[in-house]
């Protein structure tokens, strides 16, 4: 059983920048490839970015390329922290934003587009207003 909590969300003008953080802890983290998700109001969540069980590889869906970074430190393989540094934040970001894990036979590798999360963090929220 793996926990998840985010945390770092909040309000920011358009253009501002927020480092959202996903608090990962239960055993065999070191397989599991970690995801952000967003859920925009009256949309369907999207995967947003991920990255690899090694943190050697990470993968970002095509809206926010170049604008946001995820980032990995594995303390142990039962405690895991996952950034997401965004910048340049715009309006349409405005989300609920959602760490999930998925557990992998190949450390090196994610696909934003994986579907079937095993675990799912309650989500924090961000707010992109003037």
């Known amino acids: 059983q793996l926990q998840l909590v985010e945390s770092g969300g909040g309000l920011v003008q358009p253009g501002g920048s927020l480092r959202l953080s996903c608090a990962a802890s239960?055993?065999?983290?070191?397989?599991?490839?970690i995801f952000w998700y967003r859920q925009a109001p009256g949309k369907e969540r999207e995967g947003i970015s991920c990255?690899?069980?090694?943190?050697?590889?990470?993968?970002?869906?095509d809206s926010v390329k170049g604008r946001f970074t995820i980032s990995r430190d594995s303390r142990d393989n039962a405690s895991v922290s996952v950034y997401l540094q965004m910048n340049d934040l715009r309006p349409e970001n405005k989300a609920i934003y959602y760490c999930a894990t998925q557990s992998t036979f190949v450390r090196t590798l994610c696909d934003v587009r994986a579907q079937s999360m095993d675990y799912w963090g309650k989500g924090a929220l961000v707010n992109v207003s003037s």
């Open positions: 990255i690899s069980a090694s943190g050697t590889n990470t993968h970002y869906a």
């Open positions: 239960g055993e065999g983290l070191d397989w599991d490839a």
